[in-house]
């Protein structure tokens, strides 16, 4: 059985422990792999590797850094099939999603930040005849990259590119639940010619690798996408060392629809921004707000809609919904239709766990499924389900809408589909979401500030945000 290997120093190293973690398939509910148990003292070589190589990478032009992140990204876009394959089997993501979005995605990431890099100025401040002041973007150290498990090369890459395009050298803990192609970058990466230490994947458990990065003295960065609980953990073991923090954490977005909408466009997307990879995007749209006067309507178009998905095995170029990333993660999506239930929902179309033929007979799979019937304020519309889940609730004006909309403890994103765009932009501006779309959903522009409000995070990624945050502004003032 295939053992990854940690990727530290520049090379494929064996963790310290010689002890290795299951990897499961889980559209068979199999384990097909082995991925290396790190401890704490595989963080520290890779924190000492990382070090090492910092002060020769930070002082590389951004000609060159830049050529050497092109060359990751034409490596990823060459190997698109290999890397494809592999996210599928160890997401459970339907091969034409991973095909499509996944790994391009982590191509683009490399491709935007090694040219971005190359327009990033920074500012001067003149005082006229007393002097001036001008601002010194300088890489930090060595960053913290932790990412987690429902994109895994995309989102490890947009955290990985930018932190080193700015200069600075990385520690990047993958999901240890998706650690496939973190690992095959680990390979790009020493065909692709990068120095020795630049980049350090360890790979392991959040509670040993990802504690020990979020507490390692030596990273004064750390930036990290994944659940609100554990966002909690690291910012409380990073505060008192001053870390620089960037959290990108849960959601419970709201998806708002007016009776003036386009309709089918809306139909159409919304089927999308529920259930796209099995509703385990943070970005989903999870609680459906409906205008009264087509909620009829809408229940009924949507509802059609959902019935015609294929849940089926990811391998399957036609599967719409693949398997749900491990079984610990379905049984609890499982409770939650559960306790929606208990809670007064009724479940319009799905709720149940689906059991494929064949090889494919114990993956992880579940039905789509719609519920209504549901206060705006109780748990299953307040806590994030992350799975293919999503519940409708009626409104009757905007300010009914807003109370609910922003009831939750969350403010990732938020999707308006109206036709009135007077109505949208009032309505967009008073949302508590850091990214709102209107008539569209994961229409992304990777120069646009990317991030959350409340219990969705600190910080934003995307674009010179991003530079920004993987830099440290030095003011240097002269007198005339
Ligand atoms: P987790 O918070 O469980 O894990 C995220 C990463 O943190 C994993 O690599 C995990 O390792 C690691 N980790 C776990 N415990 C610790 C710890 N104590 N210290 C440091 N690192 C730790 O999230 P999931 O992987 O379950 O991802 C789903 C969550 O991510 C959802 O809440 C989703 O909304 C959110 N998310 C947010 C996005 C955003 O942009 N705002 C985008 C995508 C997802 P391990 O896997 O080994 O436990």
Redesign the pocket.
Known sequence: MQKLQNYIDGKLVEPISKVYIDNYDPSKGEVYSLIPDSMKEDVNNAVVAAQKAFPGWSSTSAEKRSQILLRISSLIESNLDRLAEAECRDNGKPISLAKAVDIPRAATNFNFYATAILHYASESHAMGDLGFNYTLRQAIGVAGC??????PLY?LTWKIAPALAAGNCVVA?????TPMTAYLLSEICIEAGLPAGVLNIVHG???KV??A??AHPDIPVVS?????E?GA??ARIAAPMFKKLSL????KNPNIIFEDCDFEKMIETTIKSSFSNQGEI?LCGSRIFIESGIYDKFKAAFVAKTNELVVASPTDQNTNLGAIVSEGHMNKILSYIKLAQEEGGTVLTGGNQVTLSGEYSNGWYIEPTIIEGLSYDCRTNQE?I?GPVVTLLPFSNEEELLIMANSTKYG?SATIWTENLSRAHKLAAKIHAGIVWINCWLLRDLRTPFG?VKN??VGREGGFEALNFFTEPKNICLKL
């Open positions: 932790i990412s987690p498990w429902n994109l989102l803990k993958p999901s240890e639940v458990y959040g509670n990802g504690a990065i979020s990290f996408t994944g659940g609100t554990t953990e690291i990108e954490l849960g959601g943070c994030e992350f990732l959350g969705s995070g």
